[in-house]
Structure formats: structure tokens, C-alpha cells
């Protein structure tokens, strides 16, 4: 929404998450119109993608987010499916897999004020109140420690990782014969509901499979062996872009990716001094590159770190000027600090190898905005290795080595754009698809059994299971202590730096 004084110019704006607008008495009405209605229609088509996408990916689409203040499912009886599950009719959503001696961990929230387990029925059959009651009861009898007769869980089944982070455990009897007979012959659906502080309720759902024939997937957690990750992860240094000085554009992120692998290796070396590493990839010198080796890379990017990372920022030339503060390095040039990793290894064995593609399919997103002059990288230059490709590179370096990997991605920044008619112009912002590169130090690999379901009217209607396998990483994205997070493995560039 805009609004205008009595001379036509913008005086306020809500639009701020698409468009920051500069010189706001400066633009028309129609002006901003033309430009909104060509920018967000941008938007919601990539939008779009990426939530098509997310929909497709594990539990995520078996997530939603209820606002209760909103809720126009309040005066439904309770026995109707639109009631039970807090979606509308012809809604779809997908439920998770659970067969007897599956065990799934379920992180709750911080603000969570209560939970519940809720039964849900699938098919045909419709259901009382009494005939809710009685399925509900049967439920908790079959869920391990977690709820009783009623849809509370139970406050104790709340634990915590070694993290801090709290979760409970939802699992299935062991027991297929007790399962079976307590639920009977029916197909039925679960689904937890966690109650914040803020009125919302986050909904996570499960289907029960009984099917014998069906193929079992084994539950991975993040504990599990299906997750691998580098030596001493916890040594990782974690560094960050940076503000130059005499420069309008911060270290790349790619020299950032760098420095971290290299201070990971020389503290390493520092940390096992069986492992038969050099402690030469920092040195005492002004920069960190030249001098003795007795000094030791530092975990943060402090004041003796910062003239190392913008050394390899100069070996790898990164550009800037459309995305200031931001600048960054073309994938042609991300394995060139290969002399400088060989020479401080010190290892006739050493080398770096990286994987990267020039070939289509391109970054769609980016063909799709209409950028302003100076937009000089080819967005060819930053296709996507094929999937499982990348996945089986990035998983199994990790897996055999347990050496770090840095990988490129796409990530979104915030553009300045200047829009002029013949008598005036205005700026703002847009958000536009950039490349970044982090570093990858640990893989997981999960597979997942879940079908879509949705509702109509009394009744919900679910497909038959699929097997779903699911590839990630957690990526240290050089933004100090907040910037490691775990992401689908989808990267159009890989490299792991050997030392021996």
C-alpha cells in the first residue's frame, strides 16, 4: 500500500520487504504502480518455485503454521476433518511415514506452551465424537511414553540435546500383532501440535503404515550413522565477511571459505599431531602467509585474521559494484588458491579438487529478473551440477576424507535500482538470486517414506507411500557464530582441499 499528499508524491509505503523506496516524494503513483506490478509479479513466480520446491522436501511438506486468531475452522464440530486437522477442504498435505519400532525425533519450539498428539482418521469412514475419543485413546496406548488417554503429551517426554535444543521422541510400539489389533484394519493419520506463545500452532503430521509389504525406511537422526562429518569438527574456525579498508565492498565469501578450510587444517595440525598435517598454513607474518609456523590460525576472525582472508580475496580477484557491499568470485577462479594450499602442505599428495559446471540447466531465477546495467557474471556460469551428482560428491568426500568441502550456492541479496521518466526517478531495492560460497562440514543422508493427502468435507483421501531420499549438508556460510545451517545438497560449484 502507498499513500500520497495533495502533490502526488509518496509519503509512506508499506512495502518494504520488496521495494525500500529511497526518494519517496520524488514518485508517482503511476510510476510505482508500473514498477510494483511488474516486481512482485517477479516475485511470486520465484516464490513459487521455491516453495514447489520446499514442498517436495521430507518433513517440510508435512509442516504448517496455524495462526488460532485466524483459524475459520473454530465453529466446525469436532469430529469434522477441517476441525481435527486445521485445514479447509481440498487442501492437501503430506504425512510422514511411522511403522512399529519407528522412533522420530520432533524438535519443539522454544515458545511452545503445550503440545498435543491428535488422531486422525483416513478414508471413507466417518467418525463420532465418541468414535474420535476412543481412536485417540487407542493411539497413545501404541505411541511409546508419550501421551494417555487424552491429546496431551506428556511434559516429561520433553528432552534435550547436548545443544540445548528440545525435542520429543514420537515412537511406535515394536510390537506389529499389538499395533495392528489396537488400531484395527483402518488407515489412520496423526499429527503433532505444538502451541506458542503467539497464538500459532505448528502442525507436524504422521501416517501409520501397517502394511507389511510395504518398503520400510530406517529413521536417521542427527546421531545416527547416516551423519558424517569432518575430524575435530569443533576446532572449525568461524570467520566472516569483512569491510576493507580503501574499499567499498567486503571480502568475498569465497576467500572467507577458504581461509576457514586453511585455519581448519593448520589448527588441526596444532590438534593432532599424529595426523600428519604441516602446521605451515598460517604463519606468524603480517598476513598470516609468510614467517615462522609456530603460530597457531584463531577460531574467529580477529584483528591477526583479517589481512589473511583479504590475501586470498586477492588471489582470487572477486568482483564488485552491483551487489556493494557484497563482491564476488567467478567459479573459474575458486580453485586457483590450489598453489597456495600445495606449498604450505608441503605434501607431494596434495592438491584440490573441484567439481563445477558451465553447462545448462541455468539459474532460471535469474533470466527471470530484469536487471540493471553492470549485471556482468553469466548466469550460465552458475547452472547446477546435476543433483545427485553433487550430492554423491559432497556426501562421500565428507564420509571417506572427513575434510571439509567449500561449495558454491545461490543466495538472495538486496539490489539498488534506479527507475527514471522523462521529468523525474526514484530508487529502491529488489531482490535478486547471488552467488555465495561456504563451506560444507558435515552430510546426512535420510530416507523418507510419505504420501499427500487431503481433505474433503468429512473424509481425508492419501495416496500411496512413496520413498523420498534426501541428500544435506550444514554449511558453515562465513557469518561468524550464526551462519551454519543444514541445506539441501544443490550447488553449482565443490571443492575439497587434500593435504596429503
Known sequence: MCCENADAGIVASTLKNRMLLKKKTNATIDIIHDTITRDLAIFAKTWKKMADKLDKIGEWGGLQVVDLANNKNDGLEKSHVAAMTFLNDGDEFVEEAISPGDSVKVFVAETTTRMKV????????????????????????????????????????????????????????????????????????????????????????????????????????????????????????????????????????????????????????????NFGLKPSFFRCGADGTTGLDSCVANATLTDDMRPYVEHLDGILVPECGLFKPESFVRLSYMDDVEDFFTERADDDGAHINAEH??????????????????????????????????????????????????????????????????????????TVPFPRYGVATAVRHRTV?????????????????????????????GRGEAGESWRDVEVFFAAAAFPH
Request: proline share 3%; net charge negative.
Open 449 to 477: 517414506q510419505q504420501r499427500r493427502c487431503y481433505n474433503y468435507f468429512f473424509y481425508t483421501y492419501c495416496s500411496p507411500w512413496e520413498v523420498t531420499e534426501i541428500y544435506e549438508m550444514k554449511v558453515n556460510e
Open 357 to 430: 559446471t558451465q553447462q545448462i540447466p541455468t539459474i532460471e531465477m535469474i533470466l527471470d529478473i530484469s536487471l540493471p546495467s553492470g549485471f556482468n557474471f553469466d548466469p550460465n556460469d552458475y547452472a547446477v551440477i546435476p543433483r545427485d551428482h553433487a550430492a554423491e560428491y559432497v556426501y562421500h568426500t565428507i564420509q571417506n576424507s572427513q575434510f571439509p568441502v567449500v561449495v558454491g550456492y545461490m543466495d538472495w541479496v538486496s539490489v539498488e535500482r534506479t527507475t527514471c521518466r522523462w521529468w523525474r526517478c526514484f530508487s529502491y531495492s529488489v
Open 118 to 273: 491428535r488422531f486422525i482418521p483416513i478414508g471413507e469412514e466417518q467418525f463420532s465424537e465418541d468414535d474420535i475419543k476412543i481412536s485417540q485413546s487407542k493411539l497413545c496406548k501404541v505411541l511409546v511414553d508419550l501421551c494417555a488417554d487424552d491429546e496431551d503429551i506428556y511434559y516429561t517426554s520433553v528432552h534435550k540435546t547436548e545443544s540445548g535444543e528440545s525435542y520429543i521422541t514420537v515412537e511406535l510400539n515394536n510390537d506389529f500383532k499389538y499395533v495392528s489389533e489396537t488400531l484395527g484394519d483402518g488407515d489412520a493419520g496423526f499429527q503433532i501440535e505444538m502451541y506458542l506463545a503467539d497464538d500459532k500452532v505448528v502442525v507436524r503430521r504422521f501416517g501409520i503404515d501397517l502394511m507389511p509389504g510395504n518398503r520400510r525406511r530406517k529413521r536417521q537422526s542427527d546421531t545416527d550413522d547416516s551423519t558424517f562429518e569432518i575430524h575435530n569438527k569443533d576446532i572449525f574456525p568461524n570467520y566472516e565477511q569483512h569491510d576493507v579498508d580503501g574499499s567499498d565492498c567486503q571480502t568475498s565469501s569465497g576467500a572467507v571459505a577458504w581461509a576457514m578450510v586453511f585455519g581448519y587444517y593448520d589448527r588441526l595440525s596444532a590438534e593432532m599431531f
